[in-house]
Nanobody
Framework: QVQLVESGGGLVQAGGSLRLSCSASGNIANIRAMAWYRQTPGKQRDVVASITSGGATYYADSVKGRFTISRDNTKNTVFLQMNSLKAEDTAVYSC????????????????WGQGTQVTVSS
């Protein structure tokens, strides 16, 4: 079994910062990529940032220059440093891992964390 544990959400004033973290554990052969998604009422869940095991990164245009994704592959952990937060960043943020489970090293499966609320007040 695989488990993703998230932390770091909360309430912050506009212009402030938060750091999210997510650690994956369990029967994992390897993690191919990890990412952060966010969702607000009435909208689909969209990717915010992602990072591969090799270090390649992607950022949504709305967060470029403000958010930074990083990872510690030895701990199967991904971080999202969020600076200069805006009210529009308010959302439920969810961690995603694309991984191969033990026994099925050629198969890629998506796993999700429980989601954490980020609220930015104006």
């Amino acid at each position: 079994q695989v488990q993703l544990v998230e932390s770091g959400g909360g309430l912050v004033q506009a212009g402030g910062s938060l750091r999210l973290s997510c650690s994956a554990s369990g029967n994992i052969a390897n993690i191919r990529a990890m990412a952060w998604y966010r969702q607000t009422p009435g909208k689909q869940r969209d990717v915010v940032a992602s990072i591969t095991s090799g270090g390649a990164t992607y950022y949504a245009d709305s967060v470029k220059g403000r958010f930074t994704i990083s990872r510690d592959n030895t701990k199967n952990t991904v971080f999202l440093q969020m600076n200069s937060l805006k009210a529009e960043d308010t959302a439920v943020y969810s961690c995603n891992a694309k991984l191969a489970p033990t026994g099925l090293p050629s198969v890629t499966i998506n796993y999700w964390g429980q989601g954490t609320q980020v609220t930015v007040s104006s």
